[in-house]
């Protein structure tokens, strides 16, 4: 991609807009244009939710996105998020009506943000910083709201693929990966299982050293036969015909939760 920093002069910042409200995104529609001659900027798309502004993405490239905060299935930060695994993520400009927390995030984090109701000033403050600023990286989002995520995100050449975390059966660490498996699908992230088990421990119970499954699922528990290193026990899960084994280590507390 061509360097903003040099071309930002010539060539239109490409935008993307993400907002769930109609007349939301038609404001923002307005105030690019009023802001053009200052800023040159082209809208590439609209999405109406942070997973069609995903899809957008994959066929239209965009250099900044505007993203309201407060969507219902996946919130604007969370959208955010996800970007990040994009080779060239666009910079990100939230969009919120006044919320102090919010503010109060974003500014300790120096993510940009705009107010309801925008004023075209403001966006072409935000389009000028976001051409000439370094992007920020998924650390920072993660500061800015370390609520769980809703999905998991899979880089498959190039293209996002969003995994509902109610979906997933196990999260197993091979190597630097994770495979996350769902009744129909194996993915591969990149990801620490430690990290995965401490973001979602609501969700997923530990039963082996490489091996987190959904509390949700836990059917019961059948006995291994034969010589299984570190275990005696196998779970079963729901919508898997996998065994998988349950470590010495964790059986008491596996066995404990499916008593409760």
């Not at 802001?35 to 066929?59: K, T």
């Not at 919320?99 to 500014?107: L, M, N, P």
């Not at 979602?200 to 509390?215: D, E, G, S, Y």
Request: hydrophobic share 45%; charged share 25%; with cysteine.
């Amino acid at each position: 991609m061509t360097s903003l920093n040099q071309e930002s002069a010539v060539t239109p910042l490409r935008v993307l807009i993400v907002d769930d409200e109609p007349p939301a995104r038609a404001r923002l529609r307005d105030l690019l244009d009023d802001c053009r001659a200052q800023v040159p900027n082209a809208i590439v798309g609209e999405a109406g939710s942070g997973l069609e502004g995903l899809d957008l993405l994959a066929s239209n490239p965009a250099d900044v996105a505007l993203v309201d905060i407060h969507m219902p299935g996946m919130s604007g930060i969370e959208f955010a998020r996800h970007l990040q695994l994009l080779e060239v993520p666009p910079a990100v400009i939230f969009v919120t009506a006044h919320d102090r927390y919010a503010v109060e995030a974003f500014e300790v984090n120096a993510v940009d943000y705009l107010l309801k109701p925008v004023r075209s000033g403001r966006i072409a403050a935000a389009l000028k910083k976001a051409a000439a600023g370094p992007r920020l990286g998924r650390e920072v989002f993660d500061r800015v709201d370390p609520h769980p995520r809703r999905f998991l995100s899979v880089n498959e050449r190039g293209r996002l693929t969003l995994v509902p975390l109610a979906e997933v059966l196990y999260l197993k660490a091979e190597l630097k990966y994770v495979t996350v498996r769902t009744r129909e699908h194996e993915y591969l992230i990149e990801a620490s299982l430690a990290q995965l088990e401490a973001e979602f421990a609501a969700l997923f119970i530990r039963i082996h050293r490489n091996c987190l499954v959904a509390r949700r699922l836990i059917r019961g528990f059948e006995r291994l036969e034969g010589d299984v290193a570190e275990a005696n026990w196998a779970v079963l899960i729901e919508g898997c015909q996998e065994r998988l084994p349950v470590s010495r280590r964790q059986w008491a507390q596996v066995k404990a939760l499916a008593k409760s």
